[in-house]
């Protein structure tokens, strides 16, 4: 029996595990959900399967209490995503998710972003394996061209050569020591070995890592073997589409001029969005804007060039037929935009959106630009300099996309799954 153990409070957390499930119970595999909430726990109503749930982790308060105060917007993501795991909460998720996976007799679990696992899941010496992103390893900190941040930037940081902050920013990513404390308490308690820095928290005995190498252009480790590079999952990503493209969407690319996709997912900067939207209306190119989670009545009057959309049916042959995407990052956005072979501009919102964008920055295929520092201009001159140098930037692009997997992740992850499980039964 296996352990899905998802973070449904996230659609990028909870998509890889769903989808890895899937295919493992297609071909036999026997599943049991645990859950500590989230809006997203609901997708697991069509699988069968049983659904344990925990406490619920408490963010909506947490995100309720900084609007309050009026920082939620200033928050770094990292820092929101962590603001829940204090001493008494550790303690009480860890003595449930014990009680919890020893009655159901779990083989082992495997998990998204649930830091507790780090503790209950060893205290029951079983395997972990974590699902996460190649951009959150430390292989990736060593080996890749890591830089600061920007959420960690102000006017007086900007000031310092870049080689410096970038120094201190691999440093600081191998060897936080946020929650370390705490989650050491109660790690004693159970017999858990000691957590050094962060990076043994989030990560597990085993780590199904769903990106690409080539993409994050690093090399396989003995504690990050290739065959657990299992390569992006993405909802529709590498899944047959039929050509179901709105008609006004191809009326609108069709007209005469360059073409640009602006597609920032669930971001919660209205306010950048907004400014991104009436930098491109100052253009001339044809601009498909899809604005998602912002509600209609904030959206402004938009000029000839700019066809708004809540979604678009099918991203990916949306993204082919542009000239250019203007995206935010998230892992999903940055593989659509990568498979499609055409430039980008990345604003992220947080580090790893950073560093997703950087990997596509980094083979010459597009621009990252600053979100806290953001200037209409400057969207308007990389821009400029994409369409002044085009070919380039088109060529670096496709180049890239020739080099990405051509099997869904889900597919390697749920062999790899069924390997390590009869290995466990073995032992």
Same mark, same amino acid.
């Given at each position: 029996?296996?352990?899905?153990?998802?973070?449904?409070?996230?659609?990028?957390?909870?998509?890889?595990?769903?989808?890895?499930?899937?295919?493992?119970?297609?071909?036999?595999?026997?599943?049991?959900?645990?859950?500590?909430?989230?809006?997203?726990?609901?997708?697991?109503? *069509?699988?069968?399967?049983?659904?344990?749930?925990?406490?619920?982790?408490?963010?909506?308060?947490?995100?309720?209490?900084?609007?309050? !105060?009026?920082?939620? *917007?200033?928050?770094?993501?990292?820092?929101?995503?962590?603001?829940?795991?204090?001493?008494?909460?550790?303690?009480?998720?860890?003595?449930?998710?014990?009680?919890?996976?020893?009655?159901?007799?779990?083989?082992?679990?495997?998990?998204?972003?649930?830091?507790?696992?780090?503790?209950?899941?060893?205290?029951?010496?079983?395997?972990?394996?974590?699902?996460?992103?190649?951009?959150?390893?430390?292989?990736?900190?060593?080996?890749?061209?890591?830089?600061?941040?920007?959420?960690?930037?102000?006017?007086?940081?900007?000031?310092?050569?870049?080689?410096?902050?970038?120094?201190?920013?691999?440093?600081?990513?191998?060897?936080?020591?946020?929650?370390?404390?705490?989650?050491?308490?109660?790690?004693?308690?159970?017999?858990?070995?000691?957590?050094?820095?962060?990076? *043994?928290?989030?990560?597990?005995?085993?780590?199904?890592?769903?990106?690409?190498?080539?993409?994050?252009?690093?090399?396989?480790?003995?504690?990050?073997?290739?065959?657990?590079?299992?390569?992006?999952?993405?909802?529709?990503?590498?899944?047959?589409?039929?050509?179901?493209?709105?008609?006004?969407? !191809?009326?609108?690319?069709?007209?005469?001029?360059?073409?640009?996709?602006?597609?920032?997912?669930?971001?919660?900067?209205?306010?950048?969005?907004?400014?991104?939207?009436?930098?491109?209306?100052?253009?001339?190119?044809?601009?498909?804007?899809?604005?998602?989670?912002?509600?209609?009545?904030?959206?402004?009057?938009?000029?000839?060039?700019?066809?708004?959309?809540?979604?678009?049916?099918?991203?990916?042959?949306?993204?082919?037929?542009?000239?250019?995407?203007?995206?935010?990052?998230?892992?999903?956005?940055?593989?659509?935009?990568?498979?499609?072979? !055409?430039?980008?501009?990345?604003?992220?919102?947080?580090?790893?959106?950073?560093?997703?964008?950087?990997?596509?920055?980094?083979?010459?295929?597009?621009?990252?630009?600053?979100?806290?520092?953001?200037? !209409?201009?400057?969207?308007?001159?990389?821009?400029?300099?994409?369409?002044?140098?085009?070919?380039?930037?088109?060529?670096?692009?496709?180049?890239?996309?020739?080099?990405?997997?051509?099997?869904?992740?889900?597919?390697?992850?749920?062999?790899?799954?069924?390997?390590?499980?009869?290995?466990?039964?073995?032992?």
């Amino acid at each position: 029996m296996v352990g899905f153990f998802t973070c449904f409070a996230s659609i990028g957390e909870t998509l890889p595990a769903l989808k890895t499930a899937r295919i493992y119970i297609d071909k036999g595999g026997k599943v049991i959900f645990f859950s500590h909430g989230g809006k997203f726990e609901s997708l697991t109503k *069509d699988f069968g399967c049983e659904v344990v749930k925990l406490g619920d982790i408490p963010w909506p308060e947490i995100t309720e209490e900084l609007k309050n !105060k009026g920082k939620l *917007d200033k928050t770094p993501y990292e820092e929101l995503l962590f603001a829940a795991y204090k001493k008494d909460l550790i303690e009480s998720f860890v003595e449930e998710e014990i009680q919890a996976f020893k009655k159901a007799g779990v083989d082992l679990v495997i998990t998204t972003f649930n830091p507790t696992a780090s503790i209950s899941v060893r205290a029951l010496k079983i395997p972990l394996i974590v699902i996460t992103s190649g951009t959150a390893i430390p292989p990736y900190y060593r080996q890749a061209h890591i830089t600061v941040p920007e959420n960690y930037e102000n006017s007086f940081t900007r000031m310092f050569p870049n080689f410096i902050k970038n120094s201190i920013a691999r440093w600081m990513l191998l060897n936080s020591k946020l929650l370390v404390k705490d989650f050491n308490k109660v790690a004693k308690k159970y017999g858990v070995r000691r957590f050094n820095n962060i990076n *043994d928290i989030i990560t597990g005995d085993i780590n199904f890592i769903c990106d690409d190498i080539n993409f994050l252009g690093i090399k396989p480790t003995k504690e990050f073997p290739i065959e657990n590079f299992i390569g992006p999952i993405s909802g529709g990503l590498l899944e047959k589409q039929k050509d179901t493209i709105d008609e006004d969407i !191809k009326i609108h690319l069709n007209r005469p001029g360059k073409t640009i996709l602006l597609m920032m997912g669930n971001t919660r900067d209205i306010t950048l969005f907004l400014n991104v939207l009436d930098a491109l209306g100052r253009t001339n190119h044809n601009i498909i804007a899809v604005y998602t989670t912002i509600e209609e009545d904030k959206l402004p009057d938009i000029k000839e060039n700019i066809l708004l959309k809540k979604f678009i049916k099918s991203p990916k042959l949306v993204n082919r037929m542009v000239d250019l995407a203007i995206i935010h990052g998230g892992r999903g956005t940055v593989y659509t935009a990568a498979y499609s072979g !055409k430039p980008i501009i990345g604003i992220p919102m947080y580090h790893e959106h950073q560093y997703n964008i950087d990997n596509i920055v980094n083979k010459g295929a597009g621009i990252r630009l600053s979100k806290k520092f953001f200037k !209409k201009q400057d969207l308007l001159d990389a821009i400029n300099k994409i369409f002044t140098n085009y070919d380039k930037y088109l060529k670096n692009a496709q180049d890239l996309s020739k080099k990405l997997t051509t099997v869904p992740g889900e597919e390697k992850a749920a062999k790899r799954l069924n390997e390590i499980i009869q290995e466990t039964i073995a032992k």
